[in-house]
T-cell receptor, first 117, second 114 residues
Framework: GAVVSQHPSWVICKSGTSVKIECRSLDFQATTMFWYRQFPKQSLMLMATSNEGSKATYEQGVEKDKFLINHASLTLSTLTVTSAHPEDSSFYIC?????????????FGQGTRLTVV | AQSVTQLGSHVSVSEGALVLLRCNYSSSVPPYLFWYVQYPNQGLQLLLKYTTGATLVKGINGFEAEFKKSETSFHLTKPSAHMSDAAEYFCAVGVSGNTGKLIFGQGTTLQVKP
């Protein structure tokens, strides 16, 4: 149980285009999902908290108009990188937590490698 | 504010030797602490966690960690390293007692030599 799936695993896009990344909790409901960004050989930095049925909460310094987050259902959150540029190239990872269970950890997706050319 | 510091960005051990990865945290509230492992181009897998209760926590693959409040530490150990343990390890603290929203340390690359 507690599987989180991200799609796609990797994507290459042209500069100026938009890319959507999906994060799905496959066997539990997640009212909250988290999006992280990881540059090569660096740690994970929290970008935003995705809340089902409401607006996402962005961390300081993260452009909400650049990184659009939608959490339309209890099992799906999407991150759209709009007007992507080469500096947006990174590894994006989502996590989800089953809030019905207390003191449980968040489960991570396998990540999405975005390369903007 | 909460933070996590991992001492040593790169640790190298011989196969069969003790693994010790260091993590210190700063938190104004009782911390929830985690250790995750990441293999290249993959997501994170939870090794173990401390939320409440016993301060010595046992995890998967023979890893364990001890929460020491007086030292603000949560070091990860394994008695005998395997080649398959070579990976990136991250220590994390839950933000404001949240087990989902995490602040990560810088990561430690574990190399295991034959």
């Amino acid at each position: 149980g507690a599987v989180v799936s991200q799609h796609p695993s990797w994507v290459i896009c042209k500069s100026g285009t938009s890319v959507k990344i999906e994060c799905r909790s496959l066997d539990f409901q997640a009212t909250t999902m988290f999006w992280y960004r990881q540059f090569p050989k660096q740690s994970l930095m929290l970008m935003a908290t995705s809340n089902e049925g409401s607006k996402a909460t962005y961390e300081q310094g993260v452009e909400k108009d650049k990184f659009l987050i939608n959490h339309a259902s209890l099992t799906l959150s999407t991150l759209t990188v709009t007007s992507a540029h080469p500096e947006d190239s990174s590894f994006y990872i989502c996590s989800a937590r089953d809030l019905r269970r207390t003191n449980t950890e968040a489960f991570f997706g396998q990540g999405t490698r975005l390369t903007v050319v | 504010a909460q933070s996590v510091t991992q001492l040593g960005s790169h640790v190298s051990v011989s196969e069969g030797a003790l693994v010790l990865l260091r993590c210190n945290y700063s938190s104004s509230v009782p911390p929830y602490l985690f250790w995750y492992v990441q293999y290249p181009n993959q997501g994170l897998q939870l090794l173990l966690k401390y939320t409440t209760g016993a301060t010595l926590v046992k995890g998967i693959n023979g890893f364990e960690a001890e929460f020491k409040k007086s030292e603000t530490s949560f070091h990860l150990t394994k008695p005998s390293a395997h080649m398959s343990d070579a990976a990136e390890y991250f220590c994390a603290v839950g933000v404001s007692g949240n087990t989902g929203k995490l602040i990560f340390g810088q990561g430690t690359t574990l190399q295991v030599k034959p």
